[in-house]
């Protein structure tokens, strides 16, 4: 099993529609979430994290964790061709030598239709 | 002024050839990190440096030589190329690594690394 595991997609959402991406991670000590964003050809950015059960709101996003399920999912409203990227969850738990390891999931792509 | 910044953006080198790849901070951060990102767009770490020492090491052919002379500078060096080295390298910081939003990770531009 994939210690990070989302859907390749791509995953097409007409304009002004909710994009609903998903996450799922193997290991129940997982302590830190985050969702990142990368452009073709470019870098990843980041546009959401999440360290508690529950919803986290910030402008069109909302990223939601349930360390019960393992399960940490990214809402896009009024989703805007600007929109359209990969989108990369990425997961931190600490290894045996006491460091936060960050493990990334093979990204979903999201393509907004106009 | 950019935040992360790596030299060269684009290399391309024959097999058997040695480079490296530099990258700078300007975010006072404490730990730097080098990801290599394949073909199929797979983010896989490669090394993480906190203040000056080597934490994460992954399963990494040993022609891979990481250095980082102060927190500010994580450079890559790798020797021998193979043509399975060809990938986009992206060099990352953050604050440190204490977890939660200590671990938020900001990226440089990438280099575009082609072995013929």
């Known amino acids: 099993q994939k210690e990070v595991e989302q859907n390749s997609g791509p995953l097409s959402v007409p304009e002004g529609a909710i994009a609903s991406l998903n996450c799922t991670y193997s290991?129940?000590?997982?302590?830190?979430f985050f969702w990142y964003r990368q452009y073709s050809g470019k870098s990843p950015e980041l546009i959401m994290s999440?360290?508690?059960?529950g919803d986290k709101e910030d402008g069109r996003f909302t990223a939601q964790l349930n360390k019960a399920s393992q399960y940490v999912s990214l809402l896009i409203r009024d989703s805007q061709p600007s929109d359209s990227a990969t989108y990369l969850c990425?997961?931190?738990?600490?290894?045996?030598?006491?460091?936060?390891?960050?493990?990334f999931g093979t990204g979903t792509k999201l393509q907004v239709i106009p | 002024d950019t935040a992360v910044s790596q030299t060269p953006k684009y290399l391309v080198t024959q097999m058997g050839n040695d480079k490296s790849i530099k990258c700078e901070q300007n975010l006072g951060h404490d730990t730097m990190y080098w990801y290599k990102q394949d073909s199929k767009k797979f983010l896989k770490i490669m090394f993480s440096?906190?203040?000056?020492?080597?934490?994460i090491n992954e399963t990494v052919p040993n022609r891979f030589s990481p250095k980082s002379p102060d927190k500010a500078h994580l450079n890559l060096h790798i020797n021998s190329l193979e043509l399975g080295d060809s990938a986009v390298y992206f060099c990352?910081?953050?604050?440190?690594?204490?977890?939660?939003?200590?671990?938020?990770?900001?990226f440089g531009p990438g280099t575009r690394l082609t072995v013929l």
């Open positions: 990352a910081s953050s604050q440190d690594q204490a977890g939660g939003a200590y671990n938020e990770q900001f």
């Open positions: 999440i360290y508690s059960n």
């Open positions: 290991d129940r000590g997982s302590q830190s």
């Open positions: 990425a997961v931190t738990l600490m290894n045996s030598g006491g460091y936060q390891k960050v493990t």
């Open positions: 440096y906190n203040n000056k020492e080597l934490i």
